[in-house]
């Protein structure tokens, strides 16, 4: 019966719980599912990570390339986002070129990254106006279930925190860079962003890390991206119904708790993979 009413009346369904202060999956309205990591297993690849919020699963792997500065910024160099939401992850995901959601996703990463200043790319930069590193950050979902931006935050940012990089040198005779892959450095990591995303229902009713389908039945989404000094670095809001000052402040003061718990969960991962080396 639950099952038939759940496919007839997918919103009356949710409203049935959400009047409970719960959800069907048993949660409350602002408790997050259950976040794991793993790191550096893409062994071809500088920096790796991999991360499920719930079902939703996000791999990131980071691959360093020596390139030219760009003539605006002969002083650095700079890291291009991109995630990938193939078929495999979900059925309303279409084979072909990327779609707009992961061409959207893929910018706000970009915003995300600057914005909170996560590396500071002169630190990429090898030789001001000759050469500097260009990172490639690639994240590819293999499980869609909702939530996929703060997903695609915890897997960069923990990617980058796993990345070595070789000593490079240029040569003074003949001008060209040499690379050793002996001696290899971590980047220098200024800041530590985290996203927290919420749904509202019913244009009132606030969930924090939405499900597809709750995601797929609410009036508005919100992602708040916070650092380990409370600042806010982006308030991303496509649209919707419209949030009181209120229920924004409501966000805000639950991304910067997930904030620490998610930059605890990666130092604690990272310190273990280092002990176990």
């Known amino acids: 019966m639950a099952a038939g009413f759940k496919i007839a009346e997918p919103l009356e369904y949710h409203r049935s719980f959400l009047k409970d202060n719960c959800r069907p999956d048993g949660r409350e309205l602002s408790e997050f599912r259950t976040t794991t990591l793993n790191i550096g297993s893409i062994s071809t690849a500088n920096g790796s990570a991999l991360v499920k919020v719930g079902n939703t699963t996000v791999i990131c792997g980071i691959k360093a390339?020596?390139?030219?500065?760009?003539?605006?910024?002969?002083?650095?160099g700079y890291i291009v986002p991109?995630?990938?939401?193939?078929?495999?992850?979900?059925?309303?995901f279409r084979p072909g070129p990327p779609g707009e959601q992961a061409q959207a996703a893929s910018q706000f990463i970009a915003d995300v990254i600057e914005s909170s200043a996560v590396i500071q790319t002169e630190d990429l930069c090898i030789e001001r106006g000759k050469l500097c590193w260009v990172l490639y950050c690639d994240m590819m979902c293999v499980d869609y279930d909702g939530n996929v931006l703060d997903a695609c935050i915890i897997a960069l940012l923990a990617a980058l925190k796993?990345?070595?990089?070789?000593?490079?040198?240029?040569?003074?005779?003949?001008g060209k860079p040499?690379?050793?892959?002996?001696?290899?450095?971590?980047?220098?990591?200024?800041?530590?962003?985290?996203?927290a995303s919420f749904c509202v229902f019913d244009n009132s009713i606030l969930i924090v890390d939405p499900t597809a389908e709750e995601?797929?039945?609410?009036?508005?989404?919100?992602?708040?991206?916070?650092?380990?000094?409370?600042?806010?670095?982006?308030?991303?809001k496509p649209g919707g119904t419209s949030l009181s000052g209120?229920?924004?402040q409501e966000c805000i003061s639950r991304a910067t708790a997930r904030q620490r718990e998610i930059q605890k969960l990666v130092d604690k991962v990272i310190h273990s993979v280092k002990t176990a080396q």
């Open 178 to 195: 040499e690379v050793n892959l002996e001696k290899r450095r971590s980047l220098h990591i200024q800041k530590h962003p985290v996203g």
């Open 65 to 76: 390339e020596l390139t030219n500065p760009i003539v605006e910024a002969p002083g650095k």
């Open 246 to 248: 209120e229920k924004l």
């Open 82 to 92: 991109n995630l990938d939401l193939p078929p495999l992850c979900s059925s309303r």
């Open 162 to 174: 796993n990345t070595q990089l070789p000593e490079v040198t240029i040569n003074a005779e003949s």
């Open 215 to 236: 995601e797929s039945l609410s009036t508005s989404h919100l992602t708040v991206v916070t650092d380990e000094e409370d600042r806010l670095c982006v308030v991303h």
